[in-house]
Nanobody, 118 residues
C-alpha cells in the first residue's frame, strides 16, 4: 500500500520558519514527481512547489524566494523549507506524488496544518 506521511507542521509567528517532511513508500518514490499543495479555509487547493525525479523544481509565484523544495532519494522523503512565513501562508499542506506509470497514478498525504500568527 502506497503511503505519504507528512510531518513538521505547526504554529509559527509572522516571519518565522518551518520545514515540512513527507515520507513516501519506497515502491514509488524514485519514479515520482513530488509536490506540495496547500488549502486554506474556504479556498481551493493550490500548488506550492514541485520537484521532478531528476530534481527540477517549480514554485508558485507567491512562495518564490521564500520556500525551497528538495528531495532525499535515499530516505524516500521530500521536504519543504518555508522561510519568511506570512499569515497568508496559513493552510493545510498536502504532499503529492505523481508516479510515472501509464496511466499516471497520483497519491496524496493526509495533510499537515501550518498556522502563521500575525
Amino acid at each position: 500500500q502506497v503511503q505519504l506521511v507528512e510531518s513538521g507542521g505547526g504554529l509559527v509567528q509572522d516571519g518565522g520558519s518551518l520545514r515540512l517532511s513527507c515520507a513516501a513508500s519506497a515502491s514509488i518514490f524514485s519514479r515520482s514527481a513530488m509536490g506540495w499543495y496547500r488549502q486554506a479555509p474556504g479556498k481551493q487547493r493550490e500548488l506550492v512547489a514541485t520537484i521532478t525525479s531528476g530534481g527540477i523544481t517549480n514554485y508558485a509565484d507567491s512562495v518564490k524566494g521564500r520556500f525551497t523544495i528538495s528531495r532525499d532519494n535515499a530516505k524516500n522523503t521530500v521536504y519543504l523549507q518555508m522561510n519568511s512565513l506570512k499569515p497568508e501562508d496559513t493552510a493545510v499542506y498536502y504532499c503529492n506524488a505523481k508516479v510515472a506509470t501509464i496511466p499516471i497514478r497520483i497519491y496524496w498525504g493526509q495533510g499537515t496544518q501550518v498556522t502563521v500568527s500575525s
